[in-house]
């Protein structure tokens, strides 16, 4: 973009393609499981607890409903937009769960009242970016301080925590043996995320949305549409993240998962989604979820403290974005030469 | 009629009038609120926000976003503070200088990622926002600097009254007209606009779009630098969690002020009056007896609303004439 005499000189093109066993080893999501492998051995060399079967039950719920959000935004990112405000939509929701709970609300009714809340606050921005055409880093920054606007005024410097005994279920409750409800719901939707993004005509259609909106249009993709549901999809994610992450505290407060925005986006871009839209795939977001989880499970070991942590995740965003940009930069120098 | 019309169709315009409602409805009901004094008090009060809105705005002309700004507040507050702490010796203006080269440093962080290898500024800042926080942290250890441990000029300067009014709101004032002479005064200022109007047209027009962008983020950084020093002064406390989500209120100025984020459109007058609206909001919620829990809410309404009417005006005027799909890729 900055250097017009860039885009027109010529494209390398190999003289054979590498063959699908070694395209496969040299991919991104190789890498990923290499260096998730790698992690989850440093972890276990540095606790000798790290690999009890229990204990890897509990490192995945620090991540598990980060990486909920992650898929659905890796379907946002794909389609070319962004949404800045699910870790709102998160703290609405579970503020909404609290009221309710308060009231007298049982299980099913909260269940229900976090998923529409989530899904109405996807509507609105759904609303904003695809019918009115905002850019969308604005219309969910506005959304991303209403939304907790809007809690902080519901519940100011209070707290939510009267909710009932089975509502623990979601959060705190076991599927099979060490396989939490959280970690199964989270592998279940993966599955679904997987097959809708790579097995559908929609997924297609939000892969051509975010590559060329305006060809995608000439082709008939109703783009508009595609972004509607594709931030639909979003606030439901934090709908259920939010039922998870409260169930699992047992409490509400304005603040509730402050920042989750970056981990979301974080984990998507590090699954090799493009940040400018039109490419990545689910394999990747999920293993790069596992990458997050088991790094911060570490850092936590090793006592760094949660703001320490934050920092990593910062760098790791910039970094893997930064990193095969700088490799291709030193590539394309070598060839001129 | 036609004069009125065309007045009105300026953004400046319509914010003077929402201020001046704004100030009326309080004022019917709290007298006090639109006395001179109380009113310098508020510009005081806003002067922050709009020497970093200012700095946001170029930003966000040149199509870029700096979500790093409150960040950069907290890392350069927090180190200022923590010289003063430890060295009470050192001169205020080596302080001064201090947060502004700390704060230049941290915009050029930024400014060099989205320059070089062209990653998109919302990626590069979300990412800088957290590191620059966490840095603040590692450098105070979560302790707090408080009042008893800075200096008596460390304290005071922006306290300090010269002609009727505090250095803080001269400080405002000063990056008003430069800002105002940078903008519509300089090629780099009119660059800024380039950039942002038409990347392409710009380049063709002999502008390093790239090295344009990096300078706005330096400017940025800069003013934040300064204003990390202004804010821990001013409010006497430095802590890990200092101006947190201001960046969300310099962004709301500017898009409230009329700046457009697709870029190349904005005035310094409407930032100006954008961070003065938000200002008056801020300072008559606790007059009109509302929680200021309220305010996150409000100014995300705002946000929005703001949004909604700057993408209105801009699909009238229609203005990008070589499009950058026009590019041979």
């Known amino acids: 973009m900055s250097d017009p005499s860039a885009a027109l000189s010529p494209r390398h093109i190999p003289d054979r393609l590498d063959g699908p066993f070694k395209r496969a080893l040299k991919s991104w999501e190789t890498l990923l499981l290499a260096v998730a492998i790698a992690i989850a051995i440093a972890n276990s060399l540095a606790s000798p607890y790290f690999l009890d079967p229990w204990n890897l039950s509990d490192a995945t719920f620090n991540f598990t409903e980060k990486a909920i959000l992650a898929l659905a935004m890796t379907f946002v990112i794909i389609s070319g937009e962004i949404d800045l405000s699910v870790a709102s939509i998160i703290a609405l929701a579970s503020t909404a769960m609290g009221a309710a709970a308060e009231a007298g609300a049982g299980t099913p009714l909260l269940l229900l009242t976090g998923l529409s809340v989530g899904l109405c606050c996807g509507l609105f921005n759904g609303f904003l970016v695809a019918r009115l055409g905002l850019p969308a880093i604005v219309a969910t920054i506005g959304t991303m301080s209403l939304y907790r606007g809007i809690a902080y005024v519901v519940l100011g410097d209070q707290v939510y925590k009267n909710y009932p005994a089975d509502f623990a279920v979601f959060g705190q409750g076991y599927a099979v043996w060490i396989f939490s409800n959280e970690f199964v719901t989270f592998l279940i939707l993966a599955l679904v995320a997987g097959v809708v993004l790579h097995r559908t005509v929609f997924g297609r259609q939000v892969y051509a949305v975010g590559n060329n909106a305006l060809a995608a249009s000439f082709s008939g993709v109703k783009v508009r549409r595609i972004k509607f549901i594709v931030f639909l999809m979003t606030g439901v994610a934090a709908g259920l993240a939010s039922v998870m992450l409260t169930s699992r505290l047992g409490s509400t407060r304005p603040s509730i998962a402050v920042g989750w925005e970056l981990d979301a986006v974080t984990m998507a871009v590090l699954g090799g989604v493009s940040i400018n839209g039109g490419s990545g795939n689910i394999l990747g977001v999920v293993i790069a979820a596992f990458v997050m989880g088991l790094v911060t499970f570490g850092l936590g070991l090793l006592n760094v403290p949660g703001i320490v942590m934050s920092i990593f995740m910062g760098l790791m965003l910039i970094l893997v974005i930064a990193l095969p940009l700088v490799a291709q930069r030193i590539n394309n120098h070598r060839r001129a030469r | 009629m036609n004069t009125i019309r065309s007045l009105l169709a300026r953004r400046e315009a319509l914010l003077v009038l929402a201020c001046l409602i704004l100030l009326v409805a309080i004022t019917a009901r709290f007298p006090a609120f639109s006395t001179p004094r109380n009113l310098a008090g508020v510009f005081n009060d806003t002067s922050i ?106 304290l005071e300067l922006p306290r300090t009254v010269l002609l009727g009014l505090p250095v803080l709101s001269w400080a405002g004032l000063l990056a008003i007209v430069l800002a105002a002479l940078l903008f519509t005064r300089t090629g780099l200022g009119r660059a800024f606009y380039a ?36 804010w821990v002064s001013r409010y006497a406390v430095a802590y890990v969690d200092v101006a947190s989500g201001f960046e969300l209120d310099t962004i709301a100025a500017c898009v409230i002020g009329g700046v457009s984020t697709i870029g190349g459109v904005g005035t310094v007058g409407g930032v ?58």
């Open chain 2, 272 to 329: 100006v009056l954008g961070a003065l609206f938000l200002g008056i909001i801020k300072n008559a919620l606790p007059v009109i007896g509302i929680s200021p829990f309220w305010q996150m809410a409000i100014s995300g309404a705002i946000i929005i609303t703001a949004v909604v009417i700057n993408a209105r005006g801009e699909r009238v005027k229609g203005r990008i004439i070589l499009r950058r799909k026009e590019l041979p890729l």
């Open chain 2, 195 to 230: 950039t942002g109007g038409n990347a392409v047209a710009a380049v063709y027009a002999g502008i390093d779009i790239g090295k344009t962008r990096f300078l706005a983020f330096v400017l940025s950084g800069t003013v934040a630098g300064l204003c990390g020093y202004l």
């Open chain 2, 49 to 154: 926000l709009i020497m970093m809105a200012l700095g946001q705005s170029a930003v966000i002309l040149t199509k870029s976003i700096d979500l790093s700004v409150a960040a950069n507040v907290a890392l350069t507050g927090m180190t200022v503070a923590m010289l003063n702490h430890l060295a009470p010796g050192l001169p205020l203006v080596v302080l001064i200088l201090v947060a502004l080269a700390m704060g230049m440093l941290l915009g050029a962080i930024n400014g060099f990622l989205v320059w070089w290898l062209d990653i998109p500024a919302i990626v590069v800042t979300l990412g800088t926002m957290t590191i620059f926080r966490g840095l603040a942290f590692v450098l105070s250890g979560g302790a707090w600097v408080n009042a008893h441990e800075m200096s008596r000029p460390f």
